[in-house]
């Protein structure tokens, strides 16, 4: 017969690495979110594949792979990659940084993710969030933390960032292992704490099992944003419609995880406390503590990085403006509202 | 010459219109960012012209034009329509109610968009978020309000919903006034208070100069959620394709509004407070008085409507979790960082 008149519509093949198991959910969901509206947009011409950690390489090695053109996409935290340079943490979560909403506005109506971005840029990087974890617990220990001194000598397996070296400061002795190892580690007593994200990821871990004192408020993740780092050179060469598509389709999973972490987290939390969890708030003392290792760690960072300084002077300007504002509305609306029973 | 053998794809022409002048340019900016998104991501096939208040209906006059078919959208604030039905309030604010993230969460990922688009259903509406003000603030005064008997016999122009029966509770004599007019009628005296939305957008009216005293938190919203309402049988209509389109243009512009008065806000509050706007909390003998008042209204909604008492009792079930966990993560979290100076 005569060859079809027509050519399909060339179509677009993407994979999306995520430094995260399927068994996180929420986080893992965003990027099957973004897929799968990536594909509705597209009525099906669009399309990326999404692999889960150690599916196509391991969990942080998904920069590398953006910049050596293996993967189009990836999803991760970017504090992971501090060892690269300490600069990707303002894009996840600094200790005493700025809460979900607060990231948000800085990077979308402030210099956030214009800064940002103007630094991936040396990783072949375009940036957009994923959505955000929300202020996180302040982890799982063996036994109280009454005060700082506590701390010394704590052995804690802990996340990415510029958390791990304030930790460092007060005496915490970092355990580098793997998720799966930790719950034997605390049952044995080699390993004293965890920190890991907040009630409804924690649960299916169950820490609470072999270390039940889970402590708050996570004074390093204030609001920890996901990010969906994009391959620069692929994205520059899509259409205007296609990269439309591709930001739409992240503004999507970015508003679904924050959301469905607000709404499971409480109900994790009661079945926590009901399974005999300990909640317990950080002492002052402790807090104070932290906050005064944090900031010698992010004057060693502006000593060394002009660049550093300059993003972290840009956040911290602008958390000033939004603590000052918080006071006369949420902050203050919320105040009032621990006070009622609705 | 031969009729051309390619037919141009389809076109849609939507119209919206918002109940919001161009002024309010976070809210109405909105509705740009929604139409300017679909027509990226159609490649110029679906189309959305956005009128403001006035230019094709009166601002109330939104929802009967999506009942009758005269346009496909509307961006409003649904307790506009409490004269039709009160429960049109939840998909808006409340007093005492959600905030911004929570209502997300109550929304998305709780009950809230599906007991919603049930009750609209009968409007022939389909909803989604425009995005949401964040708390607002409590109004301008021309005198303090040393006590909640200051509010007995004030003559105060009141926006929608709920709220307007609490305060008439308390003896507040509600006037009804277009917005330009609120100024002259300040000045003058015939008018002793005004509420409006947060610094941002009051400021750009000027009513520092005519009211000084700056009260909040504004505890009738908590966080207004803004609405596209859609046209359900031009909605059903679409091309799965099509749907996905309108669904992620509405959460571009959502994320883009609720950022953009984040961001806004604190520096318009800084040029408000340097101008000789006094800020004032409410007593706490108000609040109280305001939330005894709010509760009775509820009261006597839930008793006339099932169907009220149903969404009612749902959001606020709610609300009691996310209060819960507020305490542990993101209250606890800004409780300390208002003690800090970063």
Redesign the interface.
Known sequence: GAAPAVHAQAAIRWRLAASFPKSLDTIFGSAETFSR?LK????GKFECSVHAAGELMPPFGVVDAIQNDTIQMALTAPYYFTGKDSIFAFGCAVP?GL????M???????NGRKLMDEFYAKYNIVSMSAGNT????GGWYRKEIKSAKDLQGLKMRLGGGLFGEAMAKLGVVAQNMPAGEVYQALEKGTLDATEFV??YDDEKLGFNKVAPFYY????WE??AELEFFINKKAFDAL???N???V???G??A???M???Y??????A??RLVAAKTQ?K?FPKDV?DAG?KASMEVFGEHEAKSPEFKKIHQDM?A?????????????????????T?K?
Chains 1, 2 share one sequence.
């Open positions: 509206t509705e947009l597209s009525g005493f809460t979900a909403r607060q948000d506005a800085w990077m979308e109506h402030g929300t202020t996180q617990m907040g009630p708050y408020p996570g004074w204030g609001g259409s205007a419609e990269k439309a598509m930001r739409a389709a503004a999507v970015a508003r679904d924050t959301a469905k607000d709404a499971k987290n409480p109900i939390l009661k909640l708030p807090m906050f911290r602008f958390q000033r403006d939004q603590l000052l504002w918080d006071r006369f509305s949420e902050y203050r609306y919320s105040s009032y509202m621990t009622v609705v």
